[in-house]
């Protein structure tokens, strides 16, 4: 499971990770150079990954 998201939405994204799989979830900042994605929840364009 993977959810990209938005500075905005992180916590969102955090809180779903976590009662889905009922584990700490890994999110990484995503760097400039990997690929340009926008926010699952939102358009603005996602700066994290948050997943397992």
Known sequence: MK???CEEHIELALDIVVDE???????EKIENEQQSSTCEYCSNEAI???GN
């Not at 799989?21 to 999110?27: H, K, N, T």
């Open 48 to 50: 994290y990954v948050v």
């Open 21 to 27: 799989i009922e584990l700490a979830p890994v999110f």
């Open 3 to 5: 959810i990209y998201c």
